[in-house]
């Protein structure tokens, strides 16, 4: 639960510290391979989920460090209001995901693909399904969320620019990998839904756990469907 009063410079230089965190750590989690000359293209795979799970967690252990006061009042309030909010904020998380839904419909219609990450995810889920269930359900929702909403909200007071940004960047992140043509749009329309409906419930709730039990659904929908159609395909 974000508060802004006197100390607004101290959450807008937590959320920055976060973001910042979030990118270092992305971009230089291979740093103490390569400092021991190993390749890591050629680290078994058990070894290289293992290290990608304890990055995650690390990173989400840092961040709840760092919003320590506001996690823990999201946290007894989402105790009293859990019903509440779900019920009050499903149907933004429904608009969110027919938007998406008619996003990648329009997609294959035009003759476009699935995206790399998605793509990625679907590749992955056939080999290490148990990871990807571990990373993507329980692990990404409370990393993005912490990132994205969270961190963009303590940095971005007005509305519409906390939630033009923060789902912009998260889309983008999404897209990395795709080739760049006529379709890009509907693509990040597509990545961008839903993130658009998980920032604008943190605006309205003012908290945290609103977002992040809405990302664990859909992404445990989105993993569910993987496993039906890997089972019965």
């Known amino acids: 639960m974000i508060t802004r009063n006197k100390n607004e410079l101290k959450y807008i230089i937590k959320g920055i510290s976060i973001i910042f965190l979030y990118f270092f750590v992305s971009l230089f989690k291979d740093i103490p391979f390569i400092l021991m000359h190993i390749n890591t293209a050629n680290l078994p795979s058990h070894i290289s989920i293992m290290y990608n799970l304890a990055v995650e967690i690390l990173m989400i252990t840092v961040i709840f460090t760092i919003f320590d006061k506001e996690i823990k009042d999201a946290f007894n309030d989402i105790k009293k209001k859990h019903y509440t909010y779900f019920k009050d904020n499903l149907k933004y998380y429904i608009i969110g995901l027919i938007v998406m839904m008619a996003s990648n419909m329009l997609i294959n219609i035009l003759g476009g693909g699935t995206s790399t990450n998605e793509t990625t995810i679907r ?41 033009t940004v923060s789902s912009l960047v998260f889309g983008s992140l999404h897209l990395i990998g795709t080739p760049i043509n006529e379709l890009l749009p509907l693509y990040l329309l597509s990545y961008c839904s839903c993130g658009i409906a998980f920032a604008y419930m943190l605006k309205k709730t003012n908290n945290i756990f609103v977002s992040m039990g809405f990302h664990f659904m859909h992404n445990g929908l989105i993993l569910s469907m993987q496993t039906f159609l890997l089972i019965f395909s």
């Open 123 to 163: 590749n992955e889920f056939t080999v290490f399904p148990i990871y990807i269930f571990i990373s993507a359900v329980i692990l990404a929702p409370l990393l993005e969320e912490s990132v994205f909403r969270l961190a963009f909200r303590a940095i971005f007071k007005n509305d519409f620019l906390y939630i």
